[in-house]
């Protein structure tokens, strides 16, 4: 049975991504700072398909040493965990000058640090194994940087630069790297926003996307998924 490593996992993309995972029968391994939201999750997991092992750990992601315990324990209770998906992030709206001392220090341990981590944890083991996928969830404005948010720009586009990097490292060893780069997508960033769903990119289309990359032939690898909204960002 194939294990797969989720940040940021009950929730919005991650929380779709994992189901998406379990309906494919593979076992998952999600952290999340509130327990009763794992716990929650656990449930609907294993309901969902019975016959996978789920892994809960109460973890704040954003702190190196929380992170690679929850990687550590992961491994421990589940074997190789051969997909990877860095889902954690966090969206703060506010020009680079008119932000608060403390949000580029904290939104870099958020968006970038994390996939950083992970990679250096368990980048060797994929290598040894000849096997592994990686999906890092970027973001539009790794392109298309906006001046509204600076900072999140500032991190997704290092998000976006990590990934590639990790391409061409773990090329030579059969492991896949895929940036996913969405636009407009509703979770909780836009929790009371009286706009149509149907102009959104919607969390499911992104865990379908990674599942339908993911059960590619060996030799393919897509190394940068763009989903925008067909009407546009909104």
Same mark, same amino acid.
Request: with cysteine.
């Given at each position: ?5 989720i940040t940021?996992a ?10 998406a ?6 076992s998952?391994?999600?952290c ?20 996978i ?24 209770e589940?074997g190789?965990?051969?997909i990877?998906?860095?889902n ?11 932000e ?17 981590? =992970?990679? @250096?944890?368990?980048?060797?083991? /994929? +290598?040894a194994?000849?096997e592994?996928?990686i999906?890092? !969830?970027?973001?539009v ?14 991190t997704?586009?290092?998000l976006?630069g =990590?990934? @590639?990097?990790?391409?061409?490292? /773990? +090329?030579?060893?059969?492991v896949k790297?895929t940036?996913v !780069? ?15 769903k149907?102009?959104?990119?919607l ?11 993911y059960?590619?032939s060996?030799g393919?690898?897509?190394?940068? !998924?763009i ?7 909104i």
């Open positions: 049975m194939k294990n797969a490593l940021g009950t929730k919005g993309m991650g929380r779709s991504i994992a189901m995972f379990a309906k494919e029968g593979i998952v391994a999600v999340s700072r509130n327990a009763k939201d794992l716990d929650d999750f656990k449930k609907e997991l294993l309901q969902i398909n019975p016959q092992k789920v892994f809960t750990q109460v973890a704040d992601g954003s702190v190196k040493e929380q992170l690679l315990q929850f990687a550590a324990a992961a491994e421990l589940l190789f965990i051969s990877v998906v860095n954690l992030g966090m969206f703060d709206p506010s020009s680079i000058l008119d608060s001392d403390s949000a580029f220090e904290k939104q870099m341990n958020t968006n970038l640090m994390p996939t950083y981590h =992970l990679y @250096r944890y368990f980048g060797k083991t /994929m +290598m194994a000849r592994g996928h999906f890092t !969830i970027c973001s404005v790794a392109i298309n940087p906006i001046a509204e948010a600076g900072t999140y720009s500032v997704k586009f290092a976006l =990590l990934s @590639r990097v990790m391409r061409l490292e /773990m +090329m030579p060893y059969n790297v940036a !780069i969405p636009g407009s997508t509703l979770t909780n960033s836009w929790e009371g926003t009286t706009i149509d149907d102009k959104f990119v969390p499911d289309d992104i865990a379908s996307a990674i599942i339908n990359t059960k590619m060996a393919a690898n897509v190394d940068e !998924i989903i925008k909204p067909v009407g546009g960002q």
